[in-house]
Every structure is written in C-alpha cells, then in structure tokens.
C-alpha cells in the first residue's frame, strides 16, 4: 500500500514512521526545505503525558474577558470577520462544560499513555537520540482560583494518570531550586515526577534521518500540495509541478490543514493557535532547573535541555489567535523574555531573536484522528499544544485505524464527528 503523508512536522514524521514499519510505501510532502521546521522546530518541549488541561472550560471562560483585557497577557485574539473562527468559537464554547473537559481529560491522558510507548518504541527502534530525560513537571499557579481547579483536575485524574502532588509556596520552591520567584506571589502547585523532556526539533531531524535510509520512503520538499479531486474522491496531490497519486493521502499540515480541507470542500475546525520560544542559557550551575516548570497562570513554560554545547532552557508561551501571521511580534516575544527575566537567572542574550510557530487547536483541544467525508483523505491533525506529546501515540491509532487494525484507545474521542 502506498500512502502519501502530508506534512513533515513531528505528527508527520512519527506517522511516516509507523506506516513504514508496518510495510507501507510512504510518501512524505511538505512546503518547508526539511523536516521539523513548523510548529514543530521550537516547542515547549514538555512530553506532558500525565498532567492535561484543555484550554477549553469553565475556568478559562470565567477569566477569559480579563485575560483579553489584559494589554500583553498570555492570550491575545485579534479582531476580524473570519466565518471560520466564529464557528471555532461557538464549538469552544459548547466545549467549556465540565462534562466535556471530564470526556477530552480521558480521551488525552488515554493516548498521551499510549504515545508515551510509542516514543520510547521509535526511540529504541529507530535508534535515535534526542535530549529525552524523565525530568518531572511542576506547574505553579498565582491565583486561588486557578490553583482550586487544578487542585481538582489532580483529583480527577487520580487514577487514570501518573501520580501527582499538590504543593504549598515553601515546597514548590523547595522542589524546584532554580526558580527566583517568591513563595509570596504563589498560591501552590502540582509536580508530576514522571514527566519528560526532549527535544523535538532533533527528533525530527533525526526521524527523518532514518526514513531516508530506506527505498520504501521518498521525501518531497518545498513543495505547497493542493488536492486533486475526481468523483469525490482525493486520487492525487498537485505538489510542486509534480502530480503525485497514492492509495490513501494522511492529512498533517498543521495549520495548514484547515485550508487543505476547505479546497476538499469540507470544514476542518482547526485555528492556528500562535506560540513563542526562547532556548537560553542559565549564568551559572545555580541557575539550571532539575525539573521542568509551567506557570499556569502566565501560560509559560520552562523546559531545562541538557545539549553536546550545554545545559540550555527552552522558555515557551503565549496563546494568539491571529490568524496565520507566523512573524515574531518583538512586544509578545518580550512577554516571553520578561517572564524569564523574572522566574530564572539566564542569560537572554543567548538567544536574540526568539521564535514563533503556528499550533493547530481544535475547539475541545483534542486531535483529530480518523477519516474524513473526502475517500482517500485520512486525518491525523489538531494537536494543539500537545503535537509534540501525542504524536507517536497519534501515529500508531492512525496506523490502526487506516490499515484495518484494533485501535489502542476508543477512536470516536478523535473522530471528526465526535
């Protein structure tokens, strides 16, 4: 069987990955000169496979009005006559029920497990290396209210997750050394020991690698696809001056998905949801994190990275619906490095320029994994924050449910029509 994935970003490449091992012919397409460069190449880099919370719910749309109000905060939706975005909207909210964050709490934590093989099977079989380290994870948070709803999403995960602890101000910062911030200005948190870390721009590069190893798999570059359509079904992708025809055609563009589909003629509710990175260097030993950390109520991450060069710290953030803008905003980058500036000791000279990158979000937060109304286009796109946490997991249910196998979790989580 011959299947064309479209997109060679993490979701992408771990998707080829399974394909290929499972004896397909693969066919990788994507707009970039390599592998890995979109969402993909700057990410949070937390594997954050036991503490989950969609950005959907009645919390966030209890705060949602003062984050918006906020000038420079960590939310930011740009006015415009967008049908698409509206409709987006409309989903959110019907997904901003504490039944629905019950159900996409299962549906996540359900393949985050399952990606969590997964990763460590590529790891293994590929035999690839990428900076992966169970590191822990501790999310502080600033505000009481925010801290008694993750105090009862830890509750609620008892016992479908790993094992988590609810910290007070003095333990937080008696777990995680590293921080500057004051046990005044938190209200407490919860640490995750058996979170990991690793680099997913360097997992990437280096999947991608060993793709290119084998005769089965062929990679396509700067090249922008565009369906090819005969009695309502997708037969080929118009993909440079090339026209390339397959069995089945896996939808990963990221982003890009949306408009993909909308040129199937169908609505994929997808938004690009915009982040910014920074990977910088602590000024000395003392300054290094033994854990990663998110500040819950700032939307930041800080992942501590251990490269050949040196211990780095990626520090992530931010939530702009503005489109597809993909330009680095110096104002919400300075978000990022101010964020920095007041939690670690690094230096932000170390990284200059910053990056951003586009994430697909889906209304409830979930991916979507399964088929689409269009024969011959499958779909595994809509990952959120969480791409580079479920891709390998995503991979292997698509792999299942595209070649007729027993899927490993309950597929109707993921499907368009749920």
Not at 126 to 136: D, H
Not at 291 to 298: K, M, P
Not at 367 to 392: D, K, M, Q, R
Request: hydrophobic share 45%.
């Amino acid at each position: 069987m011959h299947v064309c994935v479209l997109g060679a970003g993490v979701v992408g490449l771990a998707t080829a990955w399974a394909l290929s091992e499972a004896g397909c012919e693969v066919t990788i397409i994507d707009g970039a000169s390599g592998p890995g460069q979109g969402a993909s190449a700057g990410n949070g880099a937390q594997l954050s496979y036991n503490f989950v919370a969609p950005l959907a719910s009645p919390d966030t749309l209890l705060h949602l009005p003062a984050m918006l109000l906020e000038p420079n905060g960590p939310l930011r939706i740009k006015p415009r006559l967008d049908l698409d975005f509206l409709r987006w909207g409309v989903g959110f909210l019907r997904a901003s029920t504490g039944r629905m964050v019950r159900e996409t709490t299962a549906a996540q934590l359900a393949l985050a497990a399952l990606s969590q093989r997964e990763t460590m099977a590529v790891e293994r079989d590929a035999a690839i290396g990428f900076y992966r380290k169970v590191a822990g994870k501790l999310v502080v948070y600033r505000h009481p209210a925010t801290f008694a709803t993750a105090r009862r999403q830890a509750e609620a995960q008892r016992g479908i997750g790993a094992a988590q602890m609810v910290l007070d101000p003095a333990a937080c910062l008696a777990q995680e050394p590293g921080l500057r911030i004051r046990a005044a200005d938190l209200q407490g948190g919860v640490f995750t020991p058996s979170e990991e870390l690793g680099d997913c721009a360097a997992f990437c590069d280096r999947l991608a690698g060993r793709l290119r190893e084998r005769n089965s798999v062929t990679f396509i570059w700067d090249a922008r696809v565009t369906p090819v359509l005969r009695d309502g079904q997708l037969v080929a992708v118009q993909a440079g001056a090339r026209e390339i025809g397959a069995d089945h055609f896996v939808l990963s563009l990221g982003s890009g998905a949306r408009d993909f589909a909308k040129a199937c003629g169908f609505y994929l509710p997808i938004q690009a949801m915009k982040g910014y990175s920074i990977t910088v260097r602590p000024r000395n030993p003392a300054g290094e994190l033994r854990h990663s950390v998110t500040d819950a109520d700032r939307k930041i991450v800080f992942a501590p990275l251990a490269h050949e060069s040196g211990a780095v710290i990626r520090v992530a953030g931010n939530a702009d619906f503005v489109g597809e803008d993909r330009g680095v905003d110096p104002v919400r980058l300075e978000a990022i490095r101010k964020g920095a500036r007041e939690a670690l000791d690094v230096d932000l000279e170390s990284d200059p320029l910053g990056w951003a990158g586009l994430r697909p979000i889906t209304p409830d937060s979930r991916p979507i994994i399964g088929a689409s109304p269009v024969a011959g286009l499958f779909l595994n796109t809509g990952h959120g924050g969480l791409g580079w946490t479920l891709a390998c997991g995503s991979a292997r249910l698509a792999t299942e449910l595209l070649l007729g196998g027993t899927p490993s979790v309950e597929p109707g989580w993921f499907s368009l029509a749920r």
